[in-house]
């Protein structure tokens, strides 16, 4: 099976902060759903001007944009067919935070289609922030799978990046009201931020504002 560039992309995309449904409803209705999550304040331009066109491109249908509470914001398709397509890429249904890893499509992939994989689940889900006064970079990222952090770092290594890691490291989640736990991977420095830049890059405004400002 093949992918191409924008499909790698998508796929990190959806497990970085998306999820396929396939469950069955009381009614034993079997309801096949494609959701990524975000921040309406941060992401909507992304979602809206960015996921929607990659989606397009690859599927020739176009996600429905929500705010469902508060400062939440969804893209959401229901398809049963591009679910099962998902899925047959090694995209897990339902729950994955805990056991979900990189696909072994991407894994067996070129640089350029692990560099997009990526670049999707950076873009949802990893933080750009700068220390020392606003001059030291840093990228960071946090998932309670330590075997998808484990993926992401051997990733990370052939691409050429070096990097920290904390195996475990807890955190009070505000959302459950408890403690819980993530391995956490920090990629520092000046020399790392150009070259993630160079073959990675972002593509959510939430980072690229960032990046810029520190630029400049």
Not at 20 to 38: M, N, P
Not at 79 to 85: D, G, R, T
């Amino acid at each position: 099976m093949k992918i191409n560039e924008n499909l790698a992309e998508f796929m990190g995309i959806i497990i970085g902060d998306g999820n396929i449904q396939c469950s069955t409803e009381r009614d034993k209705k079997k309801v096949y759903c494609i959701s990524i999550a975000g921040d309406f304040s941060k992401d909507l331009d992304y979602h809206q001007n960015y996921i929607n066109a990659i989606f397009y491109d690859l599927f020739k249908t176009s996600l429905r944009i929500t705010n469902p509470k508060n400062n939440e914001l969804t893209s959401r398709k229901y398809s049963k067919e591009i679910v099962l397509y998902l899925k047959s890429l090694g995209i897990p249904c339902g729950n994955k935070s805990r056991t979900c890893r990189i696909p072994e499509i991407i894994l067996n992939s070129n640089k350029i289609m692990q560099a997009r994989f990526i670049r999707g689940l950076a873009d949802t889900d990893f933080c750009l922030m700068f220390k020392r006064k606003g001059k030291y970079p840093i990228i960071k990222c946090g998932f309670a799978s330590r075997l998808l952090t484990e993926d992401i770092e051997k990733l990370l290594r052939q691409l050429g990046f070096k990097f920290g890691h904390i195996v475990k490291e807890v955190y009070f989640d505000k959302r459950t009201k408890k403690y819980q736990y993530k391995s956490r991977i920090y990629i520092y420095g000046t020399k790392n931020l150009e070259l993630w830049m160079k073959l990675i890059g972002f593509k959510n405004n939430r980072h690229l504002e960032k990046y810029n400002l520190w630029k400049n």
